[in-house]
């Protein structure tokens, strides 16, 4: 295995989205659960839809283990 290597599962994904004010439920190690609110707004939409975007882009750099 690469020492450089890194495993995302579903809780890292959570930490780091709550860390950004977004509430994820990981179900299971790569199974996540979104819901959508009456109370959420556009903007809360949008920096959901950011946050993916950007997760997205860090995991197209790494190496899968």
Not at 29 to 38: N, S
Request: proline share 3%; net charge negative.
């Amino acid at each position: 295995k690469n020492p450089n290597s890194i495993c995302i599962n579903s809780e890292t994904i959570t930490q780091l989205a709550s860390e950004r004010g977004i509430l994820i439920s990981a179900w299971a190690p790569f199974l996540l659960r979104l819901v959508i609110h009456r109370d959420i707004s556009d903007a809360d939409i949008d920096n959901t839809i950011t946050f993916f975007k950007e997760i997205d882009n860090v995991l197209l750099g790494l190496e899968y283990i």
